[in-house]
Protein backbone atom coordinates (compact mmCIF):
# COMPACT_ATOMS: atom_id res chain seq x y z
CA UNK A 1 0.00 0.00 0.00
CA UNK A 2 1.32 3.72 -0.65
CA UNK A 3 1.41 6.02 1.95
CA UNK A 4 1.43 9.71 0.36
CA UNK A 5 3.30 11.91 2.94
CA UNK A 6 2.57 15.43 3.10
CA UNK A 7 4.92 17.57 5.78
CA UNK A 8 5.57 21.10 6.80
CA UNK A 9 7.98 23.63 5.39
CA UNK A 10 7.66 25.80 8.42
CA UNK A 11 8.60 23.02 11.24
CA UNK A 12 11.48 22.30 12.28
CA UNK A 13 12.49 18.68 11.97
CA UNK A 14 9.82 18.11 9.60
CA UNK A 15 11.80 16.50 7.18
CA UNK A 16 14.02 14.23 10.09
CA UNK A 17 10.80 12.77 11.13
CA UNK A 18 9.02 12.74 7.98
CA UNK A 19 12.51 10.23 6.82
CA UNK A 20 12.18 8.39 10.57
CA UNK A 21 8.27 7.85 9.78
CA UNK A 22 9.21 6.45 5.73
CA UNK A 23 11.76 3.99 7.13
CA UNK A 24 8.97 2.78 9.75
CA UNK A 25 6.49 2.48 6.89
CA UNK A 26 8.89 0.65 4.53
CA UNK A 27 10.16 -2.00 7.15
CA UNK A 28 6.25 -2.78 7.33
CA UNK A 29 5.79 -3.00 3.68
CA UNK A 30 4.11 0.14 2.70
CA UNK A 31 5.75 2.43 -0.35
CA UNK A 32 5.84 5.76 1.17
CA UNK A 33 5.57 8.54 -1.46
CA UNK A 34 5.73 12.05 -2.15
CA UNK A 35 3.17 14.61 -4.50
CA UNK A 36 5.06 14.85 -7.53
CA UNK A 37 5.53 19.08 -6.86
CA UNK A 38 7.17 18.23 -3.44
CA UNK A 39 9.80 15.46 -5.18
CA UNK A 40 12.23 17.96 -4.28
CA UNK A 41 11.79 16.53 -0.49
CA UNK A 42 11.71 12.91 -1.62
CA UNK A 43 15.56 11.99 -1.59
CA UNK A 44 15.39 13.54 1.81
CA UNK A 45 12.80 11.53 3.17
CA UNK A 46 13.30 8.53 1.22
CA UNK A 47 10.41 8.60 -0.71
CA UNK A 48 8.78 7.79 -4.03
CA UNK A 49 7.86 10.42 -6.33
CA UNK A 50 3.66 10.11 -7.52
CA UNK A 51 2.69 11.84 -10.02
CA UNK A 52 -1.29 12.01 -8.48
CA UNK A 53 -2.51 11.53 -4.81
CA UNK A 54 -5.01 8.51 -5.90
CA UNK A 55 -2.92 6.05 -6.70
CA UNK A 56 -2.33 6.38 -3.08
CA UNK A 57 -4.17 4.72 -0.15
CA UNK A 58 -3.53 7.02 2.63
CA UNK A 59 -2.27 10.66 3.22
CA UNK A 60 0.08 11.34 5.88
CA UNK A 61 0.61 15.21 7.05
CA UNK A 62 4.01 15.59 9.41
CA UNK A 63 3.13 19.29 11.24
CA UNK A 64 0.37 20.99 12.79
CA UNK A 65 -3.27 21.33 12.00
CA UNK A 66 -2.05 24.37 9.16
CA UNK A 67 -0.53 21.63 6.90
CA UNK A 68 -3.90 19.29 7.59
CA UNK A 69 -5.60 22.30 6.06
CA UNK A 70 -3.16 22.48 3.25
CA UNK A 71 -3.47 18.29 2.60
CA UNK A 72 -6.69 17.91 3.90
CA UNK A 73 -8.15 19.25 0.62
CA UNK A 74 -6.77 16.91 -1.95
CA UNK A 75 -7.18 14.06 0.43
CA UNK A 76 -11.05 14.99 -0.09
CA UNK A 77 -10.36 15.25 -3.41
CA UNK A 78 -9.34 11.99 -3.76
CA UNK A 79 -10.79 10.26 -0.79
CA UNK A 80 -7.99 9.65 1.30
CA UNK A 81 -7.96 8.64 4.82
CA UNK A 82 -5.43 10.99 6.46
CA UNK A 83 -3.83 10.32 9.58
CA UNK A 84 -1.75 13.81 11.56
CA UNK A 85 1.90 13.40 12.96
CA UNK A 86 1.62 16.95 15.26
CA UNK A 87 4.28 19.02 15.25
CA UNK A 88 1.95 22.32 16.32
CA UNK A 89 0.80 23.34 19.50
CA UNK A 90 -2.39 22.39 19.69
CA UNK A 91 -3.48 19.57 17.50
CA UNK A 92 -7.01 19.19 17.24
CA UNK A 93 -7.15 16.88 13.61
CA UNK A 94 -3.17 16.17 14.12
CA UNK A 95 -3.36 13.26 16.85
CA UNK A 96 -0.36 11.45 16.78
CA UNK A 97 2.53 12.89 18.73
CA UNK A 98 6.65 12.27 17.50
CA UNK A 99 6.88 10.10 20.37
CA UNK A 100 4.27 7.59 19.28
CA UNK A 101 5.30 7.37 15.36
CA UNK A 102 5.97 3.84 16.12
CA UNK A 103 1.98 3.14 16.28
CA UNK A 104 1.62 4.52 12.38
CA UNK A 105 2.04 1.11 10.61
CA UNK A 106 -0.39 -0.53 13.18
CA UNK A 107 -3.21 2.15 12.64
CA UNK A 108 -2.76 1.78 8.70
CA UNK A 109 -3.42 -2.02 8.96
CA UNK A 110 -6.14 -2.06 11.46
CA UNK A 111 -9.60 -1.49 10.83
CA UNK A 112 -9.01 2.22 12.60
CA UNK A 113 -12.31 4.38 13.39
CA UNK A 114 -12.36 7.50 11.04
CA UNK A 115 -14.28 11.01 11.50
CA UNK A 116 -15.67 12.37 8.40
CA UNK A 117 -15.74 16.43 8.58
CA UNK A 118 -17.71 18.42 5.86
CA UNK A 119 -16.35 21.45 3.89
CA UNK A 120 -17.43 24.04 2.26
CA UNK A 121 -17.62 25.69 -1.03
CA UNK A 122 -16.85 29.34 -1.36
CA UNK A 123 -17.17 31.09 -4.85
CA UNK A 124 -17.28 35.05 -5.68
CA UNK A 125 -19.40 36.70 -8.16
CA UNK A 126 -18.51 39.74 -10.43
CA UNK A 127 -20.29 41.64 -12.39
CA UNK A 128 -22.33 37.99 -13.08
CA UNK A 129 -19.04 36.12 -13.57
CA UNK A 130 -17.18 33.86 -11.04
CA UNK A 131 -13.63 34.98 -9.57
CA UNK A 132 -12.61 33.28 -7.23
CA UNK A 133 -13.64 29.50 -6.06
CA UNK A 134 -12.25 27.22 -3.14
CA UNK A 135 -12.59 24.25 -1.11
CA UNK A 136 -13.02 25.39 2.72
CA UNK A 137 -11.80 22.98 5.58
CA UNK A 138 -11.85 25.41 8.57
CA UNK A 139 -13.22 28.86 7.58
CA UNK A 140 -13.83 32.15 5.25
CA UNK A 141 -13.10 35.24 6.68
CA UNK A 142 -14.36 38.50 5.63
CA UNK A 143 -12.52 41.50 7.46
CA UNK A 144 -12.26 45.24 7.10
CA UNK A 145 -8.89 46.20 5.92
CA UNK A 146 -6.33 48.19 8.09
CA UNK A 147 -7.28 51.47 9.09
CA UNK A 148 -10.36 51.40 7.21
CA UNK A 149 -13.87 52.42 8.34
CA UNK A 150 -16.52 49.53 8.94
CA UNK A 151 -17.77 48.26 5.91
CA UNK A 152 -21.61 46.91 6.44
CA UNK A 153 -22.15 43.01 5.94
CA UNK A 154 -25.51 42.00 4.87
CA UNK A 155 -26.12 38.01 5.23
CA UNK A 156 -28.48 36.02 3.27
CA UNK A 157 -29.65 32.65 4.06
CA UNK A 158 -31.11 31.68 0.62
CA UNK A 159 -33.44 34.43 -0.56
CA UNK A 160 -34.09 35.86 2.84
CA UNK A 161 -31.99 38.66 4.50
CA UNK A 162 -30.44 37.24 7.82
CA UNK A 163 -28.90 40.68 8.98
CA UNK A 164 -26.73 44.08 8.14
CA UNK A 165 -24.41 44.47 10.55
CA UNK A 166 -21.21 46.32 10.88
CA UNK A 167 -18.45 45.24 12.07
CA UNK A 168 -14.72 44.12 11.61
CA UNK A 169 -15.57 41.21 9.96
CA UNK A 170 -17.43 37.56 9.63
CA UNK A 171 -16.22 34.47 10.31
CA UNK A 172 -18.01 31.87 8.06
CA UNK A 173 -16.70 28.30 9.71
CA UNK A 174 -17.21 24.09 9.38
CA UNK A 175 -17.80 22.35 13.08
CA UNK A 176 -14.23 21.58 12.47
CA UNK A 177 -13.32 25.11 12.07
CA UNK A 178 -15.37 26.08 14.99
CA UNK A 179 -12.23 25.66 17.52
CA UNK A 180 -10.34 28.03 14.94
CA UNK A 181 -10.43 32.16 14.86
CA UNK A 182 -14.43 31.70 15.63
CA UNK A 183 -13.79 29.87 18.94
CA UNK A 184 -11.26 32.81 19.68
CA UNK A 185 -14.41 35.28 18.53
CA UNK A 186 -16.62 33.90 21.34
CA UNK A 187 -18.26 31.67 18.53
CA UNK A 188 -19.60 27.76 20.13
CA UNK A 189 -17.52 24.62 19.83
CA UNK A 190 -19.12 22.59 18.00
CA UNK A 191 -18.61 18.51 17.21
CA UNK A 192 -16.66 17.80 14.51
CA UNK A 193 -19.14 15.35 13.40
CA UNK A 194 -22.33 18.03 12.75
CA UNK A 195 -23.41 19.46 9.35
CA UNK A 196 -23.95 23.01 9.67
CA UNK A 197 -22.05 26.81 8.97
CA UNK A 198 -21.58 28.84 11.97
CA UNK A 199 -21.28 32.76 11.72
CA UNK A 200 -19.61 34.82 14.17
CA UNK A 201 -18.83 38.20 13.96
CA UNK A 202 -15.66 40.38 14.93
CA UNK A 203 -15.91 43.23 16.72
CA UNK A 204 -19.68 44.16 15.54
CA UNK A 205 -20.84 47.46 16.13
CA UNK A 206 -24.12 46.36 17.99
CA UNK A 207 -25.18 45.62 21.58
CA UNK A 208 -27.09 43.12 20.37
CA UNK A 209 -25.36 40.16 18.37
CA UNK A 210 -25.03 36.16 18.85
CA UNK A 211 -23.68 33.73 17.03
CA UNK A 212 -25.82 32.05 14.44
CA UNK A 213 -25.71 28.14 12.92
CA UNK A 214 -27.14 27.73 8.90
CA UNK A 215 -28.52 24.95 7.89
CA UNK A 216 -25.60 22.52 5.35
CA UNK A 217 -28.44 22.54 2.92
CA UNK A 218 -28.62 26.35 2.30
CA UNK A 219 -26.66 28.59 0.51
CA UNK A 220 -25.05 31.76 1.97
CA UNK A 221 -24.55 34.43 0.30
CA UNK A 222 -22.58 38.08 1.78
CA UNK A 223 -22.73 41.27 0.09
CA UNK A 224 -20.49 44.07 1.46
CA UNK A 225 -21.04 47.57 1.76
CA UNK A 226 -18.56 49.48 1.58
CA UNK A 227 -19.26 52.34 4.06
CA UNK A 228 -17.36 55.88 3.24
CA UNK A 229 -15.01 54.06 1.38
CA UNK A 230 -14.17 51.43 3.98
CA UNK A 231 -12.76 48.45 2.48
CA UNK A 232 -12.86 44.70 2.84
CA UNK A 233 -10.67 41.60 2.25
CA UNK A 234 -11.73 37.72 2.55
CA UNK A 235 -9.32 34.43 3.07
CA UNK A 236 -10.03 30.91 3.28
CA UNK A 237 -8.58 28.62 5.91
CA UNK A 238 -5.90 31.26 6.79
CA UNK A 239 -4.60 31.99 3.59
CA UNK A 240 -3.84 35.60 2.06
CA UNK A 241 -6.79 38.23 2.34
CA UNK A 242 -8.17 38.99 -0.99
CA UNK A 243 -10.00 41.69 -1.71
CA UNK A 244 -13.80 42.09 -1.86
CA UNK A 245 -15.17 44.68 -3.65
CA UNK A 246 -18.65 46.45 -3.46
CA UNK A 247 -20.96 44.99 -5.52
CA UNK A 248 -18.99 41.59 -5.23
CA UNK A 249 -21.18 38.17 -4.52
CA UNK A 250 -19.75 35.71 -2.39
CA UNK A 251 -21.30 32.68 -2.11
CA UNK A 252 -20.72 29.73 0.57
CA UNK A 253 -22.54 26.68 0.48
CA UNK A 254 -21.56 22.63 1.97
CA UNK A 255 -19.04 21.14 -0.81
CA UNK A 256 -20.09 17.77 -2.21
CA UNK A 257 -17.01 15.78 -0.79
CA UNK A 258 -15.70 14.95 3.08
CA UNK A 259 -12.68 14.71 4.59
CA UNK A 260 -11.58 11.79 6.14
CA UNK A 261 -9.52 11.96 9.49
CA UNK A 262 -8.35 8.81 10.75
CA UNK A 263 -9.06 8.78 14.63
CA UNK A 264 -5.73 8.02 16.32
CA UNK A 265 -5.81 9.99 19.93
CA UNK A 266 -8.69 9.89 22.82
CA UNK A 267 -11.02 11.49 20.88
CA UNK A 268 -12.51 15.01 20.61
CA UNK A 269 -13.90 15.81 23.92
CA UNK A 270 -10.49 14.90 25.24
CA UNK A 271 -8.96 17.19 23.07
CA UNK A 272 -10.97 19.75 23.90
CA UNK A 273 -10.03 18.83 27.86
CA UNK A 274 -6.71 18.75 27.65
CA UNK A 275 -5.88 21.59 24.81
CA UNK A 276 -8.63 24.28 25.90
CA UNK A 277 -10.07 23.60 29.40
CA UNK A 278 -6.55 24.09 30.88
CA UNK A 279 -4.07 26.95 30.11
CA UNK A 280 -1.51 26.28 27.21
CA UNK A 281 2.37 25.96 28.39
Not at 185 to 201: K, N, Q, S, W
Request: charged residues 20%.
Amino acid sequence: MRVLIGCSNAKNGSFELSGQIAALLKERGFTPCVYGRNSMYADKIGAVVVETPGICNFLLTVGGDGTILKWGKVAAQFDLPLLGVNMGRLGFMATIEPSDIDRIPDILESEFQESRRMMLDCKVIRDGKQVFSERVLNDVILSRSSVSKLPEFVVYCGDSEVTRIRADGLIFSTPTGSTAYSLSAGGPILAPDLECVECTALCPHTLFNRPMIFSDKQIITVNVCHYQNSRATFSVDGGKGIPILEGDILKISRAECTLRIIEAGDGFYSSINTKLMTPLK
